[in-house]
């Protein structure tokens, strides 16, 4: 059974801002990690309870074989089905599920999960989110695989129908809409993994954490505009994605947003565009994968005439941070807040 995060659907592909590591510099994608397109809406599934084991009031002696038995119902019994065996395709379930102690069921990982750290011994080159290869996974005996998007429904990656004809449960967990989407994942995840009680602590702790962030943050006087690089070719993001929603909790006014009239939610702007629009603020997420900082966006040509550039206002982010939708949101949130001050 295939278990999705309701979301709308999004065909658009040559601009999807993918939460996978860097792709080629001749594919026209965004070159880094980020977000995949939302997903229709779907039906949930809970773990099966096990059968407590029945033990009868009359004393008779407890015999080593009987005590065995006793505490063997008690482990496989009791209220959870046995340990899972998991196989994440996605680097933001994967940082969700250490994070809600699920950490312990996952045998393996997509070759771009490198988060915490643990999970780096049990990452698989061969493992790929964007093209699984059916055999690798099955390698690892999963009972749950977690995938980021759909993976086609035909040709040599049509894994899903292949998965669940073996009683593998599928769980596709796209990008969100907004902060409220990535509490609805974190929470599904902790009840597909038998872990809720976890998974509602760390929504929580993270709902808890924002808001306050977004409470303390000191509004600037003026509407500050800003501009969000996803790679060096000039890819960004509008106000209608994911991490456009973000930006839009400070109050912040987005420049890509007058460019998409393709409406994909992700544009590629020129040079001149950006120095037209001359942002505020310059928001970086291709410094792992394209090596930017402020002295590249400042040798640009013509850039330095931007507000951004010669006030200082370029901002460095962790490429991974700023295109995953797990626990280290609250990061990014605290580097925008910090930097807008």
Known sequence: MTLRHPMPSDDHDPTRFREHAPISPGDRRPAHSGEYGPARSGEHRGKYAGAHGVISRRRTPLTVLTLLLILGASVTGGCSTSQERIVSLSP??????????????????????????????????????????LNRILTYR????????????????????????????????????????????????????????????????????????????????????????????????????????????????????????????????????????????????????????????????RWKRISAVRNRKIIALDDDIASRWGPRLVNLFQIISKEIR
């Open 92 to 133: 933001s379930a994967t940082e969700t599920l250490f994070e809600i102690g699920a950490g312990e069921e996952v045998v393996s990982v997509d070759e771009h999960s490198d988060y915490p750290k643990e999970v780096r011994e049990r990452r698989d080159s061969e493992l790929s989110g964007l093209n699984p290869d």
């Open 142 to 301: 999963p009972t749950i695989v977690i995938f980021s998007e759909r993976p086609p429904a035909t040709g040599v990656n049509s894994v899903v129908p292949a998965l669940e004809e073996k009683g593998v449960k599928v769980l596709i967990e796209p990008a969100p809409e907004d902060v409220k989407g990535v509490y609805q994942q974190v929470q599904e995840l902790g009840l597909e993994t038998g872990h809720e009680e976890q998974a509602k602590k760390l929504v929580s702790d993270m709902r808890q954490r924002i808001s306050r962030i977004i409470r303390t943050t000191k509004k600037p006087a003026s509407v500050q505009r800003y501009y969000h690089e996803l790679d060096n070719t000039y890819y960004s993001v509008t106000s209608d994605t994911f991490i456009g929603s973000i930006y839009d909790m400070f109050g912040l006014d987005n420049i890509a947003d007058e460019f998409d009239t393709e409406g994909s939610g992700y544009p590629k702007l020129s040079s001149r565009d950006i120095v037209h629009a001359n942002p505020d603020i310059i928001f970086l997420a291709d410094t792992k994968c394209c090596g930017q900082n402020a002295a590249t966006v400042t040798d640009r040509p």
